[in-house]
């Protein structure tokens, strides 16, 4: 529960994590720091304050017992201040109880030393909770302190004192020093983290290049910290060996390929002597199969697709034409679709993926069924069949070059692994998906999806 909080809390990006942390770092660091500057200023500032109010307090008080009894009451209310209200009586306000605020008790030990004997008895100091205090000052703040002084003569100089009246102010102000920080912190973090992301994300972008068909490989720039420029060198370098070690394979290979072409050539003259016709034919068929293998390996290689140029072409009637020549040479293959439907293309190059497609479903799920679904950014076509299907794990594995499940090879159904590499490479060549899924009722259903963006008219549906 806790672990999800977290993981809920916790930014995904590198930029927010670091602001993150280093707003929540600088913000308890200063939140500490103004804590222990507040502790210090609170106590310099109570200091001075009870020393000027005790002052006040006492003069008054001096002033007060000083004059004849009929002044003493307008001279209270003269004295009076903001701060300190001064009520002359008969009675006092407060009840001679005790208290433990250690405030009060400081400022009256202060008042005490500073009213001599004689001119006052007696120095009471209380919360305004207490006594008549309401009732002879009205209501007042919640901070205050009341007071009674008795003088020589037996009357009182009743007293109620507003407090703290800076801390409020102190406060706003902390916590707008502490929001500006924290503004300031977001501002630089996230301009200091863009510029720490960005060759994170030319890795990233460079990385994903590495192997992608049809395109060329991304140099990282080797600049910046020292880091960042002995990262992009070891990239760079490891991108020119894998490079070179594909070049390498795939000329062998090429080579090999190529080179096959004269003894099966030589193969083929000689099964020519062969007195029995169905040994030759058999010698025949083997050798076709090799030369078609050999043919699928090189067109792979060369990467047929690259040099074919673009031009408009009826994706339906390559469709249609694939459906019937398959369809005549004995197999189940059904056709529906549009009429028409002109894609801007690489025809014989997406003719190739499909014969392929449909070639599958033929050879392994027994005949095909095949759709065309153009709608205004799209055309879909589907190859289905009713065959075994594929095992879940090895939808992705097949297309990789010369991947044959195992019932492939046992079957002797010739084949060189190559099929489906080869059409998701041109399908992919035109900004579009191959994806294969096995159908719920069984079998096989491949999903070609080719954007329209270059699509020269629309279809036209049967
Ligand atoms: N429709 C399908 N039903 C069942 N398995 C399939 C189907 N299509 C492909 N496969 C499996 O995927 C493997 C790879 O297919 P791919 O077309 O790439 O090669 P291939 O058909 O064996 O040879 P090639 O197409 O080069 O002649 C096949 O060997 C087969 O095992
Ligand atoms: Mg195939």
Redesign the pocket.
């Known amino acids: 529960m806790i672990r999800r909080i977290v993981a809920w809390l916790w930014p995904d990006t590198l930029a927010a994590r670091v602001v993150l942390v280093l707003l929540a770092g600088l913000t308890l660091f200063h939140l500490g720091s103004i804590w222990l500057h507040q502790i210090g200023t609170d106590a310099a500032l109570d200091t001075t304050q009870e020393e000027q109010l005790a002052e006040q307090i006492a003069a008054a008080a001096r002033a007060i017992s000083a004059q004849p009894a009929d002044r003493r009451a307008g001279l209270a209310h003269a004295l009076s201040t903001a701060n300190l209200d001064l009520r002359w009586t008969a009675e006092p306000v407060l009840p001679a109880a005790p208290h433990n605020d250690h405030r009060i008790a400081s400022l009256e030990a202060r008042l005490g030393s500073l009213l001599a004997p004689d001119s006052v008895r007696q120095v009471r100091l209380g919360p305004t909770g207490s006594g008549d205090v309401v009732a002879l000052f009205g209501p007042g703040s919640s901070h205050a302190i009341a007071g009674a002084i008795a003088l020589a003569d037996g009357t009182w100089l009743n007293l109620r004192v507003l407090r703290f009246a800076s801390a409020a102010v102190s406060r706003h102000a902390s916590l707008l020093s502490t929001t500006a920080m924290a503004l300031g912190i977001l501002i630089v973090g996230l301009f200091v983290v863009r510029n720490l992301n960005r060759p994170l994300r030319q890795f990233a972008e460079a990385a994903n290049r590495v192997g992608a068909p049809g395109v060329p490989p991304a140099i990282m720039p080797e600049k910046g910290p020292r880091e960042v420029r002995h990262a992009a060198q070891a990239f760079n370098r490891m991108q020119a060996r894998i490079d070179r070690l594909i070049t390498d394979r795939t000329q062998a290979l090429a080579a090999v390929s190529h080179d096959l072409r004269t003894p099966i050539a030589r193969l083929r003259l000689r099964a020519g002597f062969v007195d029995d016709a169905e040994t030759q034919h058999a010698i025949d068929t083997d050798l076709d199969e090799m030369e078609a293998m050999i043919d ?1 390996t090189l067109a792979y290689l060369r990467g047929e697709t690259e040099s074919e140029p673009r031009r408009a072409a009826d994706l339906a009637a390559i469709l249609e034409t694939l459906c019937d020549a398959a369809a005549d040479a004995g197999h189940a293959v059904r056709w529906t679709g549009p009429r028409q439907a002109r894609l801007v293309c690489r025809p014989v190059a997406l003719k190739r993926a499909f014969a ?1 497609l449909i ?3 033929v ?3 027994g005949g095909a069924q095949v759709s065309l679904d153009a709608d205004a950014d799209t055309m879909t076509v589907g190859v289905e ?1 009713d ?4 095992p879940e794990e090895a939808l992705e594995s ?1 297309f990789e070059p010369f ?3 195992e ?2 090879r046992n079957r002797g159904s ?8 080869i059409a998701r490479q041109v399908v992919e060549a035109h900004g579009g998906t191959l994806v294969l899924e096995n159908r719920a009722g069984g079998g ?1 259903a491949a999903t070609v999806r080719l954007p329209r963006s270059l699509a020269a008219g629309d279809a036209v549906p049967c």
Do not use: C, W
């Open positions: 699928a392929n070639d599958n479903a050879k392994y799920g069949d065959g075994p299907g594929i097949v991947r044959r499940l019932e492939s010739g084949g060189s692994g190559l099929g489906l590499t096989l």
